[in-house]
């Protein structure tokens, strides 16, 4: 009788010996990870995975994710660790190919939920062409974390025409800074689900892989930087741009994407929605006559449908972020001094 | 008064908008990451590194630590994570070269004890001869997570010469076992921290990277099989390399180095030394002809001069570890069913 209890505690929770390295850790690998993320390096089940790639110019990336709640409107975790991954990989101009996948679970954590979380893992790693080749297991006593985190870390390969956009060295006065559609959706998304308010319009993250919208721009048009707005937000990217270049940035408020249920979300509870994260969307600065072909190619796919061009690149005078407001004023944007809202990813 | 409060608590611990991704992740990043890891790639900021990588033979792994408690006696968890990750890089026979290092940090550690974790990951990384290239800060509530986890990915290059080795495809019978010394040390070190047991003979951890000692002896003796032995010991790699090879494996209980004093708690505490983790531990397996040659390189280091035979590949009609114990009986070695020492690495 006690036999079966354990067995089937087993099966429906994590137990510490899933983080063993021992029989229970096996039985989870093979169980949930290789099952689902099944490639061949992978399958090689050594602690590392070998890897052929033919380029030499490599693109190395990691993120921990701590999202609370873990299941979200439009994600999880899961899904978040892989397109956060992947973007911070694309947004560089580099072609993500390989990813780590590293888990620390509380125990008693639901073995049908992590299972869940793998599965998202599994789709969207498909869809943005990456395999997960390696990866940990540890388990923490209950109370010891907060149900479930996950570091992934990518590879992943650059072509030499891209080698200038991490370091926004070809920014140049005049060039048209757009966005590949609305802003704040993650981070209202998250909040909204952990303080469990509900809204006539329920926010949704914008959780998504980046490389298919990145690539169809980059293809034909000479992207000049680019950078994912996730935590600081827009403003962050922005306010960084501006410390890389020593170039001011005029922002159009009027111009800037945001939908109106994220608007009233912010106005509510006091943020700003330029500062809060998001993990679908790129900030990309173009050569001007560029930029109406660029927002062409966004509209044209689903990730990009709302995309719009909300600023330029001016002077070295002022090298700052100007937002031009809607009613005609100016506003400096800085960084962030503090967390606006801790765990969002 | 106040202002001058939050500055000091702001400098002495770890406060939830140090992983904002605004002014205080900037700060921390400057103020410890970048002044103790100080290297090309990383100073660049962006949040992927650009890597130029001679060879198309990549090993790519990843692990997290979350070892209790943060500090033992012979290292802390930064040292672990960097010469974890370097281990199951090098026991490839690849050449690591960069790590990822990704932190999920308890609002309220102390900021003191973090730059010590930091300045001892940077100290063993120059040892090791890795850079540590990219990296990411979380901060979750006091409760959320127990003091700091670390996880580190690894980049290395992997020479043609080396590719069976993961594999363990070359390994014959008659084929000696080697390890390069004492068993159990790490275990014993962090279990007896936790537990705040003292003894006459205090053990430390082997925590340690391995690449040098591994490089000594791939320069001179055609290594079959390696792997470093961590969780689940020098049982558990054996049993999976039976696993891998269909071949059985003899040890010999009399030849296996455990110092006294772990072999003392052990016995106390009914740990079997051969299933207790080690962190600079590497299992070799050598063709016959170049047992003694292998033994005597890793001798000549500080880090094998424990160095010892204790067994070898047997035929395949019984694919089992049989250990061959020291009043003369047998045992046959299997998997750990559940958890034996949890978080200890």
């Given at each position: 009788m006690l036999h079966i209890i354990y067995m089937e505690m087993n099966k429906s929770t994590i137990l510490l010996g899933h983080g063993s390295g021992g029989k229970l850790s096996h039985e989870l690998i093979a169980s949930v990870f290789l099952k689902h993320f099944n490639n061949e390096p992978l399958m090689r089940s050594t602690d590392s995975a070998l890897l052929h790639i033919d380029c030499n110019d490599i693109v190395f990336t990691t993120d921990g994710y701590v999202v609370d709640?873990?299941?979200?409107p439009g994600g999880n975790i899961g899904k978040l660790a892989v397109c956060g991954t992947v973007n911070d990989i694309a947004v560089t101009g580099a072609q993500p190919l390989y990813l780590s996948a590293s888990f620390i679970i509380e125990e008693g954590f639901a073995f049908d939920r992590l299972e869940e979380i793998v599965v998202s893992m599994a789709a969207e790693a498909k869809k943005a062409g990456v395999l997960i080749v390696t990866g940990d297991t540890k388990v923490v006593n209950?109370?010891?974390?907060?149900?479930i985190f996950i570091t992934t870390s990518g590879v992943g390969v650059l072509d030499k025409k891209f080698k200038h956009i991490a370091g926004a060295g070809e920014c140049r006065p005049g060039d048209k800074i757009i966005v590949n559609g609305s802003l704040g959706n993650h981070g209202m998304a998250v909040m909204s689900s952990r303080e469990q308010l509900h809204y006539h319009t329920p926010v949704e993250s914008?959780?998504?892989?980046l490389y298919s919208l990145i690539r169809a721009v980059t293809e034909e048009v000479p992207v000049s930087f680019m950078r994912d707005a996730?935590?600081?937000g827009l403003a962050t990217v922005l306010v960084e741009l501006c410390g890389m270049t020593k170039l001011g940035i005029s922002l159009d408020e009027e111009h800037i994407p945001i939908d109106d249920s994220v608007r009233g979300i912010c106005e509510v509870f006091g943020f700003d929605p330029l500062y809060v994260a998001n993990e679908g969307k790129v900030v990309m600065v173009v050569p001007a006559a560029y930029s109406t072909k660029a927002v062409q190619i966004m509209q044209s796919m689903a990730e990009g449908?709302?995309?719009?061009?909300i600023g330029e690149i001016t002077g070295t005078e002022k090298p700052r972020v100007i937002l031009n407001t809607v009613v005609g004023g100016k506003r400096i944007m800085d960084m962030l001094a503090g967390e606006q809202l801790p765990r969002i990813c």
């Open positions: 709640p873990v299941f979200f209950k109370g010891k974390c907060d149900k914008d959780c998504g892989s996730t935590r600081g449908k709302d995309a719009a061009v």
